[in-house]
């Protein structure tokens, strides 16, 4: 089963509307990082979320982790055509001490932004 | 002022030939990850190094695939006798820190990744 789901996996919002991208894990994230990417390129790092509660915004993206460290949400406000791409959200879920040293990532949420 | 550089960004090769990926990390960092990423399974860790020294490789298949990141060079993704399977897109990415570092900014610089296809 996939550590890190993402949902919804395809989103269509129309140009200035808001949307929504959540991250969930079963397990405790220790440090959640959100990811762009546009087709066929790499990935463009948005920020890193450590502290349960905590919020970041940049631009027009606020992004967030609960309290319990298990899920995180990615708010776009009014859309642009420039925020269509693949967002991917990516997390240390192997704890303190040892296990792997490179974050899990969930599938990704496509996002289209209709003019 | 360059990023991470990945070449080539297309590969093709047969069934049983060699892949070889570079990567070479953005100036100061000495921390390499490669990840691959496949259509219908997301982005995967496969092997975390730094100069000379393979950190983590949980994510590696334990056959045919091996990586280096050389003193000197760019980091190498080695696949050997690669199958259909292989096909994905191997993105490399590169931090001044590692991600457990007290210091980390969070910030893993990716390349534009190379796409395998095997035919």
């Known amino acids: 089963s996939q550590e890190l789901e993402q949902s919804p996996q395809s989103l269509i919002v129309q140009e200035g509307k808001n949307l929504t991208i959540n991250c969930t894990s079963s397990?405790?994230?220790?440090?959640l990082y959100w990811y762009k990417q546009k087709y066929g390129e790499g990935l463009i790092f948005l920020m890193m979320?450590?502290?349960?509660?905590e919020e970041k915004s940049h631009e027009k993206i606020t992004a967030k982790l609960d309290e319990k460290k298990q899920q995180s949400s990615l708010h776009i406000t009014a859309s642009q055509p420039s925020h269509a791409g693949i967002y991917l959200c990516?997390?240390?879920?192997?704890?303190?001490?040892?296990?792997?040293?490179?974050?899990?990532f969930g599938k990704g949420t496509h996002l289209i932004i209709q003019p | 002022n360059a990023g991470v550089m990945q070449n080539p960004r297309h590969l093709v090769r047969r069934r049983g030939q060699e892949a070889r990926l570079r990567c070479s990390p953005m100036?100061?960092?000495?921390?390499v990850y490669w990840y691959r990423q496949l259509p219908e399974e997301g982005l995967k860790f496969m092997v975390y190094?730094?100069?000379?020294?393979?950190?983590?490789e949980s994510g590696m298949p334990k056959e045919r695939f091996s990586a280096e990141f050389p003193k000197e060079g760019p980091s190498i993704l080695r696949i050997q006798q690669v199958v259909r399977g292989d096909s994905a897109a191997y993105f490399c990415?590169?931090?001044?820190?590692?991600?457990?570092?007290?210091?980390?900014?969070?910030?893993?610089?990716f390349g534009e990744g190379s796409r395998l296809t095997v035919l």
């Open positions: 979320l450590q502290k349960g509660g």
């Open positions: 100036k100061g960092h000495s921390h």
């Open positions: 190094l730094q100069k000379e020294n393979i950190i983590d």
């Open positions: 990516g997390a240390d879920i192997s704890g303190s001490g040892g296990g792997a040293d490179g974050l899990t």
């Open positions: 397990k405790t994230l220790y440090g």
């Open positions: 990415a590169s931090s001044y820190t590692g991600l457990i570092s007290p210091i980390n900014t969070g910030e893993l610089f």
